[in-house]
Each structure stands twice: as C-alpha cells, then as structure tokens.
C-alpha cells in the first residue's frame, strides 16, 4: 500500500478528486491541522465515552471476557478505515460517506447512504449527550433520574451547537481539548486503578464468573460486544471535515488509522482497569451493582478526586458530542449543496463569518433533542438509542464499502494519495464481511420474554429509516436534482 509521497492523478487538485469542492469552490476555510484533525476523530470515537457508557451493560452480560470485543470490533473496523482511506484520498470532499458513495455508484445510492447514516449520526449525538446524564447529576450533587438525565441531555447538546458555531478554529481546539480530557482519563486514573485499586489479575479475562448461568458463552459474548461495536466508529469523521484540512489526500487517511488504533489501545486500556477494580463481578452481573464506573471511582480517588475525574468524564462527552454536530452538520450541509433534500436552499445556507453551515448545525442539535424527550417513553432508553445508532452507522459504513467492492470489479483504481495497490480487493471483500457479521448481531433480538417489538426495536427502527427513505427518495427525486459528479469511479468503458 502507498501512502504520503505518491503523486496525485494527471488534472486532479492536490490530494486527489475534489469534486463538487473543486469545481465549485469550497466555502470552508483551510483552518484545520493535521493533528486538530486526528483530535476530532478521536474524540468522536472516545474511548472514555464509549467505555463509561456501557461498561456496567457489558459486564453484566458477558462478564470480564467482555473486554476481547475491543480487539474484535478494532481489527473489522480498521479495515473499513482502510478502504474509506482509500476513498477519501481520491475524493476530499466535506460530509463523508454520502460524497463518498456518490462518486463510487451514484445518485441513488448515495442519497440513501446519507440518509441512513445522518439518522445515525443524529441518533449517536442523543446516545453519546444521554449517557453524560448521570455523570452530570454526580458532578453537581443531584439526584439521577430519567427526568434529569433528558435535562441534562438537552444542556450538552445546546452547550455543544453553541461552541460548533464559533467556526472551524474553536471545533479544532475543542477537540484537542477533549483529546487530552481523553488522555487524562484513560491513562492517569487507569495507572492510578491499576497501582492503587486492582483486586484481580490478568487472568480474569478469561473467566465468565457465571455470566452465562451454565450455558454457552459465545451468545452471551455477542450480546456484551456492544461496547466493542460502540468505540469504533469516528475514525470517519477525520473524512467529514476534508475540505478544512490542508493536504487532505495525505493528511486524512493517516488520521484515520492512528484514530483507530490509538483510540482503540486507549479504550482496550481503560476497560481494563476497570476490570481490575472491579471487586464484586457477581454483584454487578446479578444487577445489584448497577454503576461499577462510579463506585469504582469513588471507592479509588475519594469524594474529591472521584469528582474531579467527574469533571474530566464530562469533558470527554462534551467534546465527543461537539465532533457529532461537526460531522452531522457538514453532511446535512452537502447533502443540501447538491440539492439532495427539502429545504435544500436554505440547510446550504453557510456563515462566511465564521466558516460554518448555519442551518445544518441547527438541525444536528435539534433532532438530537427531540430524539431525547422521546426517550422518556423507554424504560431501557440507552441500551436501545446506543444499538440503533451502531445499527446506522455501520449499515451506512458497509454501504460505501460495498459501493467501493462493486466499483473496484468494475475497474476503479483508486487515484489518491494513498492506495492498498494488490491488497485492495481483499480487504475490501473482509471489511464487507466483518460489517455484515457487525449489523446482524447488533440487530439479533436477545429478549424473547419482552414484547416481540420491543425485542426488535433496533430492526424496526432501522426498516422505518428505510422504508421512508425510500419513500422520500422515489416520491420527491430530489437525488436527481444536483449537478455534481456521481459515478465517475467507474471508467467510462465499464459502463457501456
């Protein structure tokens, strides 16, 4: 595979295709760095976030084996973050997967993409602002309950727009600001926990401790790697904001792996101090100690110290939610600067004063918040917002992957700065593989004792995305309406 260092295509600008960005002009500014850039990506993919959310619902499930989903989850996604290297590369342009699988297929197709994964990204803003609820009561000295955790959830999301409309600048130094909230999480009080506060050995992650109640293990470890499926995805959004990054075709595919990879050791890391904090596994898989997180904490840094890590957590989540609305708003806005979506004329509108889509970020806070009183009618909102979200975005991952399979048969050959060369097609085809395996057991109903659409919510919902986006799609054409490049990946000849 080849990486910075190889020329661009004859004709194409620096770092590859821009498309729409390059022909028409690109409203963003340039303001991004390459580390600001990674930052973003990071804090999207979060390990603190994702780990702090789900850790007690994994180990309840799966029991301390649980943690071997990080690496499952790592080595399938770092795949596709190969191949969405590749693609970027060629195709720098501002909203990620729908450009993306325009360019590679078509109008059709991208439009659904976009849809799909805009409905995730929506739905993982109100997942990720949701679970910073009872870290926040914690911090201010209040009572958690559902009531105050939508409350909370609101505030997050407000705080979050507000600092997204501030521009490109302040996006960039929120997000090295949460890189090192993340640091300082996963690395200080992991080394404290570890040093001051560890009653197990290494040998406790093999070893269910009765999670499976006598049964086979391996359902139950499918259903507790949500947390594995959960951390890695964000690595995409290093892609979202390609037209703010300098040497995008060189500069992105790198921050996408390094998000991956450092990402993942992080989370892998913080998990398992966890772990080895833990010193009741039996109370929390018998539901009787339903926030280890906390009472780890607590019990480890003292009132003080549990809230100061408190205040690092929130730090954490903030920052993710802030990268969310970043990535959400830019693809609302490309999807709406190719006239792809009602209201187009108006979500395209752009601040040239602060280099932002006004009315799409406005849309990535809104819909976040309804999303979030909604949730008021579950009594297991978290553990439902949180699969629907994996659901989305993985379906829409593997949409592009699968886009970039078909164009690469048809002869693509990508162009960009970085290429896989002879290994495209095979890891191609095994990120493809490791997606659907990825969105059939997300999906898969685990709860047969519940009612039959509560234990298949998350396929419900994900049909109605469907099923509407296609309504939408075939009932108003608006997929047909821009004039920017779709299907060019293909050559010419493949065509006829």
């Known amino acids: 595979m080849t990486d910075a260092g190889m020329p661009a295509a004859s004709g194409r600008p620096e770092g590859g295709s821009g498309g729409e960005a390059a022909e028409h002009g690109s409203e963003f ?37 649980m943690i071997w989903a990080f690496l499952l989850a790592g080595a399938g996604q770092f795949l596709v973050a190969l191949i969405f290297g ?42 990720v602002a949701y679970g910073a609820g009872p870290y926040i009561a914690i911090l ?64 406790v992650i093999v070893d269910n401790f009765g999670a499976t109640e006598g049964g086979s293990y391996f359902p139950a470890f499918l259903a507790a790697a949500i947390i594995g499926f959960y951390q890695y995805y964000g690595f995409e959004a290093c892609g979202d904001t390609a037209e703010e990054v300098a040497h995008p075709g060189k500069v992105i595919p790198k921050a996408m792996r390094r998000t991956v990879y450092v990402g993942g050791a992080a989370a892998t890391f913080t998990c398992l101090t966890l772990l080895l904090a833990v010193e ?40 993710c939610t802030v990268s969310l609305q970043a990535a959400a708003g830019r693809l609302i806005y490309s999807y709406a600067r190719d006239k792809m ?39 297991d909102a978290l553990t439902k917002i ?23 048969l048809k002869g693509w050959q990508p162009r960009g ?30 709860t047969p004792e519940e009612p039959w659409y509560s234990n298949w919510i998350v396929l419900l919902c994900g049909g109605i995305v469907l099923v509407t986006g296609l309504l939408y799609m075939f009932t108003t054409h608006h997929y047909g309406r ?15």
């Open 280 to 319: 009741d596994y039996s109370a929390v898989i018998d539901g009787s100690d339903t926030n280890p997180v906390v009472r780890v904490l607590f019990e480890a840094l003292g009132e003080v110290g549990g809230r100061m890590v408190m205040g690092v957590v929130l730090i954490s989540f903030l920052s």
């Open 341 to 379: 979506v009602f209201g187009h004329q108006l979500l395209r509108t752009f601040s040239r004063k602060r280099a932002v889509p006004t009315y799409a970020l406005l849309v990535a806070a809104v819909v976040p918040t309804v999303i979030a009183f909604g949730s008021l009618i579950s009594e």
């Open 29 to 65: 500014r340039k303001e991004m760095g390459p580390w600001a850039n990674f930052a973003l990506g990071f804090t999207y993919l979060s390990p603190v976030v994702s780990t702090y959310t789900l850790f007690a619902t994994a180990l309840a499930t799966g029991g301390p084996p």
């Open 482 to 496: 821009g004039d920017a490049p779709a299907g060019d990946a293909v050559p010419e000849r493949s065509k006829v």
């Open 86 to 127: 590749e693609v970027v590369a060629q195709y720098p342009i501002a909203g990620g997967v729908y450009p993306w699988a325009r360019r590679l297929w078509g109008m059709r197709w991208a439009w659904m993409t976009g849809w799909v994964y805009m409905w995730a990204l929506l739905v993982t803003i109100t997942s």
């Open 140 to 203: 201010l000295g209040f009572d958690s309950s559902v009531h105050t955790t939508v409350l909370c959830t609101v505030a997050l999301i407000v705080v979050a727009v507000l600092i997204n409309y501030a521009g490109t600048k302040a996006l960039s130094m929120a997000a090295i600001i949460g890189f090192t909230g993340e640091l300082v999480g996963a690395l200080v009080v992991g080394i404290w926990l570890l040093v001051t506060h560890r009653f197990h050995g290494i040998g």
């Open 386 to 408: 949180v699969s629907f979200a994996i659901l989305g975005i993985y379906a829409s991952f593997q949409m592009v992957v699968l886009a970039a399979l078909r164009a690469r």
């Open 417 to 446: 700065d970085f290429r896989l060369g002879r290994w495209g097609l095979a890891i191609n085809i095994a990120a493809l593989a490791y997606g659907i395996f990825a969105i059939v057991n997300i999906s898969w109903a685990r």
